[in-house]
């Protein structure tokens, strides 16, 4: 009898250190998949530095700092190397762009009369650009999305950070748009075509406002650019503001001035250019804080309906700043 006894006991013991070791492994377990990078939240950064470092892609958001302060300086980063936020074979793209510089300019940027707008982003960077070929001048920019008007959302679709990207750039430069008024402006994302899609249809509005109010020209049928079905269009217009994303800054600069024709006199943005391609740290510029500014003011422009078309800035939640910047 006390032999079945302890045998029963035995058997129990063992049951019991089983079943917590299972635990522990499955605890483990659990621990690291919301540790892993998929799964990590908002973090934040106690301090801002003037310059920025292009091999530290992790951007952390400061949001909690910046509604007691203006941001300083931002971090400038990139994608590790051989790493696209979009799986883009980026080699080829930028071969064919090197062909293109060889042919010369697309037929329809030929009669320097117009602006060239292009963006591309991801749920950390916006970058965007603008050609005057009247003016013979660019400028740029590349921006994170913490220091942005609005709220990104936590995990947000990549049509969202297009779409408010393409609003960042038509609401920044709309001096240039009612004044030259003829506008050739590229995105990868065809939400600007949906009438469906929150962002993209208030992109759509703004455009409507600018061409039946501003009597601005826009090239409405062909904003979105595809990869795969347009690669010669992709080169020429997506490409640059993907390289201002990734940090490929000399890169965006050496195309956009040799494609277009313009000196380094008339070029301009939010970070300066590093000496060497080998540099690490670039500077940002007065501009970075200047641009989220001018489309601030936009946006409180922009709060009365337009007497026209009735075009108004409805500030929803996930557009309104939660990082205001006094004027």
């Known amino acids: 009898m006390p032999f079945i006894y302890w045998m029963i006991l035995g058997s129990l013991v063992f049951a019991a250190l089983l079943l917590i070791l299972f635990c522990c492994y499955f605890a483990k377990d659990c621990l690291c998949r919301q540790e892993s990078p998929d799964h990590l939240e908002d973090h934040e950064f106690t301090t801002r530095q003037s310059e920025v470092n292009f091999q530290d892609e992790r951007m952390y958001s400061n949001r909690r700092r910046l509604l007691s302060s203006r941001p300083s300086a931002p971090l ?6 051989g790493e696209t936020d979009d799986g883009l074979g980026n080699a080829e793209i930028h071969s064919l762009q ?26 950390r960077v916006f970058g ?27 995990r947000p679709e990549g049509s969202e950070c297009e779409m408010k990207n393409l609003l960042f750039a038509l609401m920044l430069w709309s001096e240039k748009i009612t004044e030259v008024r003829k506008l050739h402006v590229y995105s990868n994302n065809d939400a600007i075509h ?19 109010c501003c009597g601005v020209v826009v090239n409405e049928s062909r904003i979105y650019v595809n990869r795969d079905e347009q690669p010669d269009l992709y080169a020429t217009y997506i490409l640059p503001a993907e390289d201002l994303v990734h940090g490929n800054v000399h890169e965006f600069q050496r195309f956009v001035l040799k494609y277009y024709d313009i000196s380094h006199e008339n070029f301009s943005g939010t970070h300066r250019i590093p000496d060497s391609r080998n540099q690490t740290n670039v500077e940002a510029t007065t501009n970075y804080q200047e641009f989220t500014r001018q489309v601030r003011g936009f946006m409180q422009d922009c709060t009365t309906p337009c007497a026209k078309c009735g075009y108004v800035d409805d500030e929803t939640a996930s557009m309104t700043s939660i990082n205001r910047i006094p004027y």
């Open 76 to 81: 400038l980063t990139t994608l590790n190397e």
């Open 98 to 123: 090197n062909n293109i510089l060889s042919v010369g300019r697309h037929a329809e940027d030929s009669n320097d009369s117009h602006l060239v707008v292009g963006v591309h982003g991801n749920a």
């Open 128 to 154: 965007g650009y603008c050609v005057n070929l009247k003016e013979k001048s660019v400028e740029f920019y590349r921006i994170n999305t913490e220091d942005l008007p609005w709220r990104i959302q936590a």
């Open 194 to 212: 949906a009438d469906n899609h929150r962002y993209g249809r208030r992109a759509a509005k703004l455009l409507e406002h600018y061409a039946g």
